[in-house]
């Protein structure tokens, strides 16, 4: 992965001892080319290298998104 990544925030991990949540923005995640994304990486243990999960949203998925976990949300 290539491209400048840039942290918007970290947050502690519901159900863990030490887990976090990180938020950030990367541009150009896959070359020159490529869209920026906002990035969502769940690490279970704080001290992680890289996430243990991720994922990467294009900017024009992120309000649906936003909408569908709100909606999630609800049911839980």
């Known amino acids: 992965m290539s491209g400048t990544v840039t942290a918007v ?7 863990t001892k030490d ?5 950030t923005t ?6 020159e080319s490529s869209e920026s994304v906002a990035s969502i990486g769940i690490s279970l243990q704080a001290d992680a ?8 949203i294009p900017k024009a998925n992120i309000d649906a998104v936003i909408a569908a976990l709100q909606e999630a949300k609800k049911s839980l």
């Open 9 to 15: 925030d970290e947050i502690a991990l519901s159900g």
């Open 19 to 23: 887990g976090k949540i990180t938020i």
């Open 26 to 31: 990367i541009s150009q995640p896959y070359g």
């Open 49 to 56: 290298k890289e996430p243990d999960w991720k994922v990467h």
